[in-house]
């Protein structure tokens, strides 16, 4: 997640997700079977977002590579900035249903995700490239 106060915008990206809910499915031929080891879904954009000057934030996530929100959009994200100089961040994520997939065109019927973050800062500048390393959050 980063978090830019001169623009008061938020923005990222949440990566190696898994659903490991067993229930998903038990047909082995199924491309959602789970055998134990989670299916891989993925990856969610967390689109700008605006940063209010009581340190609230809300946006739009998205599928990656989305052109136009309208069609990419998946849900919804949000959260507070908080602690001395934003050095803490935490909030909440909704993906809607129909809106989770772990494939091009693949979407997981019956499933809704939600999910919650709590990051603390790892750098005051952003940095060419890369996530944050050795952040405890």
Known sequence: ????????AVNGVIKDRNAIDLSITSNSTSPVFNNGTGVRLEDVVLAKGDILVNGTFTGTPERPGGIDPAK??????GGVIGGLNGSSIAGALHLEERKVFHGANDFIPGVIERGIFVLDQCGLTATAGGDCLGTSP
């Open 1 to 8: 997640m980063n978090a830019n106060f001169a623009d008061n």
């Open 72 to 77: 990419t959009a998946v849900g919804s994200y």
